[in-house]
Antibody, heavy 120, light 112 residues
């Protein structure tokens, strides 16, 4: 059974940092891309970042480029999202999602999400 | 960026009646490998998104056959043949052919 479990969310002040983790199981982690997708309160889904499963490539939305860094540890079946210079509009539930492709194309499994609140 | 435009925003439906959601992309979603990476997700209240349809018309395992996807190029549709109470939620289309990956704004399905 595929499982994705996010952690690391919480309350942080504007300008602060957080590191999210997503521990996975039930599939061959190093074959598939992994993404982070966020959802602001009462809003729709927004793709944030992806890490390739077949290369060292990483991808970012313009809204987080230069502030967020995605990484993966294939030995721990875990993907991370380091978030720096956080702003109020980064407040959202952050979901970890497994891709069905090596780079990006579609998400077949999602975690339950972890809430990030940026506020003073 | 590829803009995904969904309509309607809200869809009140009588139980047992059909429902249809439209999704249009600002450019073709045909990828260089010949596939069209257009997906549909369902998000029930308080839950994570769940994929229903991938590559336009392929239904995920466990998804009832009352859900179907169709379309090509830039114009896509999700249909529910007979709406049931468990179908209440928000439906999103998403394109996986171009970076950045983008979602439609969502269509809220509710029971009349």
């Amino acid at each position: 059974e595929v499982q994705l479990l996010e952690s690391g969310g919480g309350l942080v002040q504007p300008g602060g940092s957080l590191r999210l983790s997503c521990v996975t199981s039930g599939f061959t982690f190093n074959k598939y891309a992994m993404s982070w997708v966020r959802q602001a309160p009462g809003k729709g889904l927004e793709w944030v970042s992806a890490a390739s499963g077949v290369s060292e490539s990483t991808y970012y939305s313009d809204s987080v480029k230069g502030r967020f860094t995605i990484s993966r540890d294939n030995s721990k079946n875990t993907v991370y999202l380091q978030m720096n210079s956080l702003r109020a509009d980064d407040t959202a539930i952050y979901y970890c999602a497994k891709d069905v492709c090596g780079n990006y194309c579609s998400f077949d499994y999602w975690g339950r999400g972890t809430l990030v609140t940026v506020s003073s | 960026d590829v803009v995904m435009t969904q309509s309607p925003l809200s869809l009140p439906v009588t139980l047992g009646q059909p429902a249809s959601i439209s999704c249009r992309s600002s450019q073709s979603l045909v990828y260089s490998d010949g596939n069209t990476y257009l997906n549909w997700f369902q998000q029930r209240p308080g839950q994570s998104p769940r994929r229903l349809i991938y590559k336009v018309s392929n239904r995920d395992s466990g998804v009832p056959d009352r859900f179907s996807g169709s379309g090509s190029g830039t114009d896509f549709t999700l249909k529910i043949s007979r709406v049931e109470a468990e179908d209440v939620g928000v439906y999103y289309c998403m394109q996986g052919s171009h970076l950045p990956l983008t979602f439609g704004g969502g269509t809220r399905v509710e029971i009349k």
